[in-house]
């Protein structure tokens, strides 16, 4: 069972930047595949990006070229740098892992199964 703990949630002004991080512990973390997610007040929670276990990364089209996932397998974390912020932006962000070392490609939001507690980002206009 792999537990995933975020943390770097914070309050920042349109056009600034935040780097979320996703520590885990459990089993073979650092061959899965790991993604982030994110949920707005009243809205359903939606794919933000994603990455397999040699760096391949996936991104909705909502944030590309803003937001960049990135993963260290030694310290066994994974991170969410967010730039060019936005207020739409604002959500709770959710860390998530899969129990296999690959994203869907065509589907990259699917199978994932493993889900942190979240860490709110809030962007002020």
Excluded: H
């Excluded at 069972?1 to 459990?26: D, F, H, I, Y």
């Excluded at 794919?47 to 960049?68: C, E, L, Q």
């Amino acid at each position: 069972q792999v537990q995933l703990v975020e943390s770097g949630g914070g309050l920042v002004q349109a056009g600034g930047s935040l780097r979320l991080s996703c520590a885990a512990s459990g089993n073979a973390f650092s061959n899965y595949a790991k993604a982030w997610f994110r949920q707005a007040p009243g809205k359903a929670r939606e794919f933000v990006a994603a990455i397999n276990w040699s760096g391949s990364t996936y991104y909705a089209d909502s944030v590309k070229g803003r937001f960049t996932i990135s993963r260290d397998n030694a310290k066994n974390t994974v991170y969410l740098q967010m730039n060019s912020l936005k207020p739409e932006d604002t959500a709770v962000y959710y860390c998530a892992a899969r129990n296999y070392p690959t994203v869907v490609a065509a589907s990259p939001s699917s199978g994932f199964v493993n889900w942190g507690q979240g860490t709110q980002v809030t962007v002020s206009s």
